[in-house]
């Protein structure tokens, strides 16, 4: 992931600056496409974020996964209003950060929400995270760390 963000920089929940070369290195990373204005997406926010609590805060060890936010609000006000209102404690790229349209035709993003899984690389472990979340919960996790070929010892799922 750590190539996908080379050179950006990314912003936590208390708007924070934080390097991606840092805090994605040897992860499996949700790229997290989604908006405020969205019903689907509110609806499946909340979903995520006890996903992503069970993983990450409350697994022993703490499951080598983050989730990177990508806004598709209307304002950076809104983005701000809906990450800290809806999200979990995970990253997001900066409202003003054009990137985030070549990230969504890299992935070709033609609707929000939408959850892609990729490899440290930015290469697609799955574009339907959404789904196998909802179907699955914390059981498609190990198969994305072994599509990523990162190795985890862990117990809780």
């Not at 204005?37 to 979903?47: E, G, L, M, N, Q």
């Not at 069970?54 to 990177?68: H, N, S, Y």
Request: glycine share 6%; aromatic share 12%.
């Amino acid at each position: 992931m750590v190539e996908v963000f080379a050179g950006r920089t990314l912003l936590n929940k208390d708007g924070d600056l934080v390097d991606p070369e840092e805090a994605l290195r040897n992860k499996v990373v949700g790229i997290y496409f989604s908006a405020g204005w969205c019903p689907p997406c509110r609806d499946f926010t909340p979903i995520l974020c006890d996903f992503y609590t069970e993983l990450v805060e409350e697994g022993e060890p703490p499951a080598q996964f983050e989730i990177v936010f990508i806004s598709s609000d209307k304002s950076s006000d809104d983005m701000v209003e809906y990450y800290h209102d809806m999200h979990g404690d995970w990253l997001a790229l900066p409202w003003t950060d054009d990137f985030k349209h070549e990230l969504k035709q890299r992935y070709k993003i033609t609707a929000v929400p939408k959850l892609v899984i990729v490899k440290e690389n930015g290469e697609v472990i799955t574009d339907k995270g959404r789904k196998q979340i909802r179907h699955t919960g914390l059981a498609c996790f190990r198969t994305w760390l072994e599509a990523a070929e990162i190795f985890q010892n862990f117990n809780s799922f």
